[in-house]
């Protein structure tokens, strides 16, 4: 590892960009943590690739400063060593080969027309090497923004919404190709507009909405915010309804009994045996992160300004 | 520097652009050399400037004119080439990854400045062959002898070639500094078919702004061969060689900084 593990693999310290009247990035502070995949995670528009782009030196951050490692990208000697990125599926010249285009670069990260070829491979598209990319689907222009991103087998790695554009087969295989990275120890810095896509790979998530932080923590921690939902079921469905209403907990019917959400199930149990209310089903359904990452970045005017 | 000099070679040969506007280039140039090699010795035809009867030049000069075609008509080709290796980045998107690899961006312009001048080089040679291929037939034919040995005209061909590689550096700085393609290429043509050719005869027919006209890029490159398509249709003020290549290259720096300092400095979104 280039980097000593005191270090962070990125450090994001009071980053702001400003279009105009518009506040892309706001006052935005985060760390990725060496050796770990970190999920970048925000809706459409919230601000995720404008501070990538500040991240890797594309665009000059109106206030605030990020690191790679212990300085600047652009501050790096080589700075396609220390990280390799994959910010647009589209950004290939058409005409070129999906080898020449890797090749082109090559020069620059030095790296062989050897290791072209191995990373070509690594990201399946060795049958199509030699293809015009003109004629690649989205899901492989994807594939060798990835295999770009890995040319110079970087200790560092920041994919931009990797997974748009890929058929659900991809998404699985990208899903593979994460977890991999992250065990050979790899950072990875990976955005999403959707949690779904990376929550089974990564070990934190940085949460944005509209150019702000609202989270950021583990993973688990995530899961912490998030309410458990009990499935619950008895012969009397208006004396479920009651103890509902009775605890205060929000339910929405589903087929012969209730949806409550807020509430694990020893809870729902419990209070039933004591309000001797019968019960045929009892179903933990598990915590949905999803609902978490949509409440966390939901517009202020369906949430207060509490998010944090 | 090595690197991004290789770097951007490959971003040429990766691509078909380069041989099929070569292509079309030593075509184009080859088919003006005959036709315009015909028309300057016809002795019956009004060639431009020419009275009627009268062929419009002979012997050297006319080979001369015809072989300077490589400036006067040519030079649109190494211009729209060396822009694209600007405008075809942000076209496309790839500026983002050559910057990622680079993010030094007056490097990544100097990287393709120089590269220009072997593509230029290139450009010339071809510009060469093909006004001679297309030129020398017929001045033999139809005029006083294609001159092919004489030094005024070795002189041209030389030069010629030469200016084709400033023309390409030029290219290069002017895509840097107006990164959209379709709009550069526009500019690229309609100044060098239109535009300058007007001005050229316009300014020369204005006493007082008659000089001037000597200090546009097409009438420097014309300086500097030696001779000129226009000077036979009557714009008369011309440059010393090293007063060209200084007005050239003058063009070629200022269009790079310009773009170093504005469209360069921009953040990439």
């Not at chain 1, 209403?245 to 019917?253: D, F, R, T």
């Not at chain 2, 092919?148 to 895509?175: H, M, N, P, R």
Request: aromatic residues 6%; charged residues 15%; contains cysteine.
């Amino acid at each position: 590892m280039v980097l000593g593990m005191s270090t962070a693999a990125i450090t994001v310290e009071g980053l702001t960009k400003h279009f105009g009247p518009v506040t892309a990035v706001d006052d935005l502070s985060f760390t990725v943590r060496t050796g770990a995949v970190t999920g970048f995670l925000g809706p459409n528009g919230s601000g995720k690739t404008t501070t990538l782009r500040m991240v890797l030196g594309l665009m000059s951050p109106s206030a605030g400063r990020a690191r790679v490692g212990d300085r600047p990208y652009v501050e790096h000697a080589r700075p396609g060593r220390v990280v390799g990125s994959a910010l647009e599926a589209s950004s290939f010249h058409p005409g070129r080969s999906g080898l020449d285009h890797l090749r082109v670069y090559a020069p620059q990260v030095g790296v062989s027309d050897a290791r072209c070829r191995e990373v070509i491979d690594l990201v399946g598209l060795g049958a199509a090497a030699r293809r015009r990319v003109s004629g690649y689907s989205m899901g492989m222009r994807q594939r060798l923004g990835l295999a770009t991103a890995l040319l110079t087998d970087p200790p560092t790695i920041v994919l931009d919404e990797p997974a748009n554009g890929l058929d659900p087969e991809g998404i699985v295989w990208l899903r593979g190709f994460l977890r991999h990275l992250a065990e050979e120890g790899r950072s990875v810095l990976v955005s999403s507009h959707v949690l779904g896509e990376v929550q089974s790979t990564v070990d934190d998530v940085v949460v944005i909405a509209r150019g702000r932080l609202v989270h950021a923590s583990s993973l688990a921690g995530l899961a912490d915010l998030a309410e458990h939902t009990t499935y619950v079921e008895g012969p009397d469905r208006a004396a479920v309804a009651r103890l509902v209403e009775q605890h205060g907990w929000s339910a929405e019917a589903s087929g012969a009994g209730w949806l409550v959400a807020g509430a694990p199930a020893p809870l729902v149990g419990g209070a039933a045996h004591a309000a001797g209310v019968e019960l045929h089903e009892l179903t933990p359904r598990g915590r949905d992160l999803e609902e978490v990452f949509l409440r966390l970045t939901a517009p202020p005017t369906t949430q207060g300004e509490d998010a944090r | 520097m090595r690197a991004a000099l290789l770097t951007e070679y490959r971003k040429l040969v990766s691509t078909r652009f380069w041989w099929i506007l070569l292509i079309v280039m030593a075509g184009y140039l080859a088919f003006l050399a005959a036709v315009i090699a015909f028309s300057v010795n016809a002795e019956s035809g009004d060639g431009p400037g020419g009275a009627p009867g009268m062929p419009v030049a002979s012997g050297v000069e006319a080979a001369t004119i015809v072989y300077s075609l490589i400036n006067a008509i040519g030079y649109v080709f190494p211009l729209v080439i060396g822009s694209l290796a600007m405008t075809s980045e942000f076209r496309h998107g790839t500026i983002t990854q050559s910057l990622l690899v680079e993010p030094r961006r007056g490097v990544l312009l100097a990287a393709k400045l120089l590269a220009a001048v072997p593509l230029g080089l290139l450009y010339g040679v071809v510009a060469c062959v093909a006004v001679v291929v297309g030129g020398a037939p017929v001045l033999a034919l139809v005029g006083d002898g294609a001159f092919l040995s004489d030094s005024e005209v070795l002189q041209v061909l030389a030069y010629g070639a030469l200016v084709t590689v400033v023309w390409a550096a030029i290219g290069v700085a002017f895509g840097a500094l107006v990164t959209n393609q379709v709009a550069a290429i526009v500019v690229i043509i309609a100044f060098t078919q239109f535009v300058e050719p007007i001005a050229r005869v316009g300014l020369a027919s204005v006493d007082g702004l008659a000089g001037a006209a000597a200090y546009l890029p097409g009438a420097a490159a014309d300086a500097v061969i030696g001779a000129s398509f226009f000077a036979s249709m009557g714009s008369a003020d011309v440059l010393s060689r090293g007063a060209g290549i200084a007005v050239l290259l003058a063009y070629a720096a200022a269009l790079a900084l310009l773009a170093r300092w504005t469209t360069l400095r921009r953040d990439l979104g």
